[in-house]
């Protein structure tokens, strides 16, 4: 497909650079809260969902990744061609996404609904702990994975660049980025490569807003 | 008799995420208003790109023969 490229096509450059610049220095994972509020922005004043449907880097980049096997098999079929055509095609090596279904359960309204509930008590979490560091709790300088998992991440803030709290939630932040990311890595690897929007707690939430906006509308009633 | 294939788009499962519209060779699919994807008939070949793409599975191709919808 020979679509135009807009300049937001691009975004999934942005995700690797986020994920790079958290890791050298944490107080970058502030960054993040653009994905956080531009997407609600779109869906409270615009009433649509341009954000996941052209800007959202994530969405981008488990488009982008799965097609890097094709691309190589194209270059190797092309060469194998120039070539003369001799002897068997060259076959696809590798691929990094099964492209089976995704599980009917995923994209329910049920689990929709309860990971967006879970995902903002988590997030709610991080703002009670980065509440906690500012009255005076120790900084704890490490990420947790999948809500589990702490993995020491300290080389990444320098005790005194910032305050505290800010550190705090920068970390918090930037674990929860880490692991929908992952998830997502792992559910394209498995299923489709955008298997994590469809349940996607920032695409639930502005799906919502959306459909609050326009209940009663149809496409056929105002085109 | 003639008989076309098109997408027809589950409203109720779709999650709006728009990977169909990227994927759509003649632009005929769209995400309405971010509530959910529709399907402009003219417009459409039913060629599946959208139903391979879709990650929720609310993308279906459907064949009408003269007004009679055959799955």
Known sequence: MNKQKHWYDYFWIWTIVYFVLGFFNILFAWLGMFDFMVPLLFAIFGGNKFFCNHMCGRSQLLTVIPQIPQQIHKSRVKKWKEKGGKGEMPRQRFSLCRNKPTPAWMPSKAFRYGFLIFFLTMFGNIVYQTWRVFGGATLRQSIKLFWTFRVPWGWAYTAGSAPDWAAQYAFGFYSLMLTSALIGLILMVLFKPRTWCSFCPMGTMTQLICRLRHRGESPESNG | ?71
């Open chain 2, 1 to 71: 008799m003639a008989a076309k294939r098109y997408a027809e788009v589950d409203q109720y499962r779709c999650v709006s995420c728009g990977a169909c519209t990227h994927d759509c060779p003649k632009e005929a699919i769209s995400v309405w208003k971010g509530c959910y994807a529709v399907v402009d008939r003219s417009l459409c070949i039913g060629c599946g790109r959208c139903e391979k793409v879709c990650p929720a599975g609310s993308i279906t191709i459907i064949t009408i023969t003269k007004g009679l919808i055959n799955e």
